[in-house]
């Protein structure tokens, strides 16, 4: 099975701060990546796909990189609203794999 | 409007079986992928099953043996049948439409306890 690690699992930050979070992979995937935001007690949301696709209706501030192993989720300016829980998934090989998380909150 | 509606969810003993449901409006389920994923309580996403448009099947090594997704082309809904449900199994089940990966829209989720 492909395992998936974040880093950081958790930070905190301001409004306006630019964030990155990195993902990888335990082998390559391509570019088989997608980045999923969840606040509490909501539904998760994907935001990319694809490793660097916006999602329809998804903030141009939100954007995604990497192909193979190595992958990067960056909001280039955090909005109040980013405040959640961001995690990865490989949908290169089954069984799927979610990425720990990375919890983002106010600084 | 693209939705899906779970059901079934409750509380069950160690060993014990439950089904959840899924029901989709707004789209055809049976020409879709569809997979479900769980959240344990305070816990990440875990990805537990899809069923692909043509039928077949995968698993998370997890449930493997225990739980079987299906789905009635008639009714338009998505099922998934837990056996052998073990403490660790209790959850948060959301359905979602998949494609490259789960991608939308999702169920609202459905909460299984498993507990004596």
């Known amino acids: 099975d492909i395992q998936m690690t974040q880093s950081p699992s958790a930070m905190s930050a301001s409004v306006g701060d630019r964030v990155t979070i990195t993902c990888r992979a335990s082998?390559?995937?391509?570019?088989?990546l997608a980045w999923f935001q969840q606040k509490p007690g909501k539904v998760p949301k994907r935001l990319i796909y694809?490793?660097?696709s916006l999602q329809s209706g998804v903030p141009s501030r939100f954007s995604g990189s990497g192909s193979g192993t190595e992958f990067t989720l960056t909001i280039s300016s955090l909005q109040p609203e980013d405040f959640a829980t961001y995690y990865c998934?490989?949908?290169?090989?089954?069984?799927?794999?979610f990425g720990p998380g990375t919890k983002v909150d106010i600084k | 409007e693209v939705q899906l509606v779970e059901s079934g969810g409750g509380l069950v003993q160690p060993g014990g079986s439950l089904r959840l449901s899924c029901a989709a409006s707004?789209?055809?389920?049976?020409?879709?992928?569809m997979s479900w994923v769980r959240q344990a309580p305070g816990k990440g996403l875990e990805w537990v099953s899809v069923?692909?448009?043509?039928?077949?099947?995968y698993y998370a090594d997890s449930v493997k043996g225990r739980f079987i997704i299906s789905r009635d082309n008639y009714k338009n809904t998505l099922h998934l049948q837990m056996n052998s449900l073990r403490v660790e199994d209790t959850a948060v089940y959301y359905c979602?439409?998949?494609?490259?990966?789960?991608?939308?829209?999702w169920g609202q989720g459905a909460l299984v306890t498993v507990s004596s």
């Open positions: 979602v439409r998949d494609n490259s990966g789960p991608a939308g829209p």
């Open positions: 707004g789209f055809t389920v049976s020409v879709n992928y």
């Open positions: 069923i692909y448009s043509g039928g077949g099947t």
């Open positions: 082998q390559g995937i391509s570019n088989d």
């Open positions: 694809a490793a660097s």
């Open positions: 998934l490989q949908h290169n090989s089954y069984p799927l794999t």
